[in-house]
């Protein structure tokens, strides 16, 4: 039995973002959802933070309220918010990256694992990336040397990488896995992507009963869709990071229905562990909101609220392992709606309180 | 017979290199296939050195990037990367000195060697002289690595219109190019803007651009969708590797890579395979399918498509298979079965 301090019961107040594409939808889904449950969560809730919608010029830096308000809760959901592409527009940072290098959110952790009844490639599935959030490849830093010559900088330090892999390890230990691979291209890049697998290995040494190896990046791209079981926890800098949780998002079932959340001293944004804006779907009422409401599991447990998360994923997985295609939605081989999943989980929650 | 008078006859020389472990066997199958098509090839041999030449700082000897340099065209098999410091590594010396500014690995099933993934035929064109590649890193202050990523127009202009032609000369519809230029604006900005440059000079092709997190999902997920991708170099490494993985691994993906004026240097990109070396178990299809790349590379397709229908052909029939594909056959069988193929 999970005894509860005096208090523990307060509603917590939690940053809402929804975010662009079909961030709203997803988030609206889990708002109703979290309805449903009387969940003790109040959400402060920050509409069109990018400013992309209607075709507008998108908003180059994350307004001091948001952050501030994330700061005080200590928590946040997100959908993910628009980048343009545009050459004319080289100037404006992504507001994801700005936000996570605003509030230190140093890891990414993304959770893939098979949904009993998904049907996917490959079964058995239970892996998880830990993935350094805020340097590397996505330091922002670039400039043209010449006229059609570009250097961009990655920048690897050792205390960053130290403590993603302190985390990674942290993380096993306390999640019961057994190994952790660090993810890596130290053959080409010595010093920098060295400068990585040395803090992995100076962390290793603390945590004997934990399995320890290296894998290249290619090769690991390779493993994870021959034989994805070989791998437990694994820990990676930026940009390798943002490929292999894609690549185990697309072996568990797509973008749709893996969990993440961004983690850092104090604070903690939940969002979909595949981070992307999906516009082409946007506003059609057929994405899948089971990464997001997975997420919000994460975040429950993060919040404390052990047994809503239990409940929650309990009935995500219902839905899944019922099958009826009708409440599904298309990215998952459905013929269902966001409407109709999100219904489909409000229905399992009452009978399992019934 | 007959059929093989229609091929060219001239005699031609290209270079080959066996390479270390199972190299020398796999090179040995490939030679007797095409003595078997009768190709009218001089295969000029070569090795590379024990000690690292000082006229190149590599084991890769100025005779061995010479010969490739006369013949312009030649085969490769996989080579120990010898551990040391000082000297350039095998292959950034090939591909520098002989430019390969250009890699190209066609995926495909192969018929009745089931993966979990069906339908797949598609291309990757990766650029392979910059990038991630450029050895330029150094620590600012101890503890802080910069490393510097270098995209050129020069370069991506290349390999964009490399990309396009190879589309239209292989009969391919569509060109995606794959980036990352949501975070890295300038130097994925500028690849992309080379593409989208060479896309105009083509419009009879289909293209598209995709993120290329975006990419490894939609290629774990449903790869069928693509054609020809084009992406920067480390890119290109991981994502080559994950559509190589997709159809059963490096021993059965052929590669090779393009330098200037029409040179080309094919290869088996998979390992040296030490534990089996020299026992007649290694598998010789990526070899024998990177050197039907070769042929089509200079015009010799009928050889090229003689070659590679019979190995498909004994894979699917499935009874000499080797090791590494589930079978027991020994590589001499495997090659002598692909030779009572042959047309
Ligand atoms: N203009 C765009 N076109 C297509 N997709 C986009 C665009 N902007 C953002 N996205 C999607 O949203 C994701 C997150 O956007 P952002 O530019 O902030 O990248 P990110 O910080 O790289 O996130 P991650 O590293 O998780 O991919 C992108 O990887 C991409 O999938
Ligand atoms: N929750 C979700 N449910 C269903 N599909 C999703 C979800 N999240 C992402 N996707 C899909 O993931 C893919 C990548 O999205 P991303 O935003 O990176 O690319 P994009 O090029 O902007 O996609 P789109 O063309 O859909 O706008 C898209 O195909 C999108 O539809
Ligand atoms: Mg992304
Ligand atoms: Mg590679």
């Not at chain 1, 933070?49 to 959901?77: A, D, F, H, M, Y």
């Not at chain 1, 966001?338 to 229905?347: G, I, K, M, P, S």
Request: hydrophobic share 40%; aromatic share 6%; proline share 4%.
């Amino acid at each position: 039995t999970y005894l509860p301090s005096p208090g523990d019961g307060a509603s917590s107040t939690v940053t809402l973002i929804p975010g662009d594409g079909i961030g709203p939808e997803v988030t609206k889904s889990v708002v109703d959802v979290v309805a449903a449950m009387g969940a003790p969560i109040t959400w402060e809730r920050f509409d069109y933070l990018s400013g992309s919608e209607g075709g507008k010029l998108p908003r180059t830096s994350v307004p001091q309220e948001i952050l501030n308000s994330i700061r005080r809760n200590g928590v946040c959901l997100k959908g993910t918010l628009f980048t343009p592409l545009d050459a004319n527009n080289t100037n404006t940072q992504s507001l994801n990256v700005q936000l996570r290098k605003d509030l230190d959110l140093h890891v990414n952790v993304v959770h893939g694992y098979s949904i009993p009844g998904l049907n996917t490639r490959h079964k058995d599935l239970d892996i998880v990336v830990i993935r350094e959030n805020t340097e590397g490849e996505y330091s922002g830093l670039e400039h043209e040397v010449v006229e059609g010559v570009v250097e961009s900088l990655k920048i690897i330090t050792y205390e960053k990488s130290y403590r993603t892999a302190k985390y990674a390890f942290e993380f096993a230990f306390l999640n019961n896995r057994k190994k952790v691979s660090a993810i890596h291209k130290a053959n080409i890049m010595k010093q920098g992507d060295g400068t990585f697998l040395k803090a992995c290995r100076e962390v290793a040494r603390n945590f004997p009963r934990i399995k320890y190896d290296e894998v290249i990046v290619d090769n690991t791209c390779m493993q994870l869709v021959g034989r994805p079981q070989q791998f437990d926890v694994m820990v990676t800098p930026n940009l390798y990071g943002n490929l292999v949780s894609n690549v185990v998002a697309g072996l568990c079932g797509g973008f749709g229905v893996v969990p993440g959340g961004n983690i850092g001293d104090g604070v903690a944004i939940f969002e979909q562990g595949a981070r992307h804006v999906a516009k082409s779907l946007a506003g059609q009422g057929v994405a899948n909101p089971t990464a997001t409401l997975l997420s919000t599991a994460m975040m429950m447990r993060h919040l404390k609220l052990a047994n809503f998360a239990d409940r929650l994923e309990a009935s995500v997985m219902k839905v899944y392992s019922d099958g009826d295609k009708s409440v599904l939605t298309p990215d998952v081989g459905g013929s269902g709606t966001l409407l109709r999943f999100t219904e489909a989980v409000v229905r399992n929650l009452e009978l399992e309180e019934n | 017979s007959a059929r093989v008078m229609g091929y060219a006859t001239k005699t031609f020389e290209a270079t080959l290199f066996p390479g270390d472990g199972i190299g020398p066997e796999i090179a040995a199958a490939t030679k007797e296939i095409f003595t078997a098509v009768r190709v009218p090839v001089v295969w000029d041999e070569q090795h590379i050195g024990k000690t690292p030449d000082p006229r190149t700082n590599s084991m890769v000897t100025r005779e061995n990037l010479d010969s490739v340099l006369k013949h312009k065209i030649g085969l490769k098999g996989p080579m120990t990367t010898p551990i040391g410091k000082g000297f350039r590594s095998l292959n950034l010396t090939l591909r520098k000195e002989l430019d390969l500014y250009a890699n190209v690995r066609p995926c495909f099933n192969i018929p009745g060697y089931k993966t979990r993934y069906d339908g797949i035929n598609l291309v990757t064109v990766r650029e392979n002289t910059e990038g991630e590649y450029s050895g330029l890193e150094h620590e600012v202050v101890p503890g802080v690595v910069e490393s510097l990523k270098v995209i050129t127009r020069k370069a991506s202009s290349r390999i964009a219109e490399f990309a396009f032609a190879y589309a239209r000369e292989n009969g391919r519809q569509k060109v995606s190019a794959v980036h990352k230029a949501n975070i890295m604006k300038k130097a994925d900005g500028l690849f992309l803007e080379c593409c989208r440059e060479a896309a105009t000079r083509y419009p009879d092709i289909k293209y598209e651009e995709v993120i290329v997190d975006n990419a490894c999902m939609q290629l774990v997920s449903n790869p069928t969708q693509f054609d020809v991708l084009v992406m920067p170099n480390l890119y290109g490494d991981i994502i080559s590797d994950l559509c190589a993985g997709l159809v059963g691994g490096l021993g059965l993906t052929p590669s090779m890579n393009i330098g200037l004026n029409g040179l080309a240097l094919a290869e088996a990109v998979h390992g040296t395979a030490p534990d089996i070396a020299g026992k007649n178990k290694a598998n010789p299809t990526a070899l024998l399918l990177s050197s039907c790349m070769m042929l089509r590379h200079i015009g010799r397709k009928a050889e090229a498509d003689n070659i590679q229908n019979a190995v498909i052909s004994v894979i699917a029939e499935g009874k000499w298979r080797t090791a590494d594909l589930g079978g027991n056959a020994t590589t001499s069988d495997f090659t002598k079965a692909i030779i009572d193929k042959l047309e």
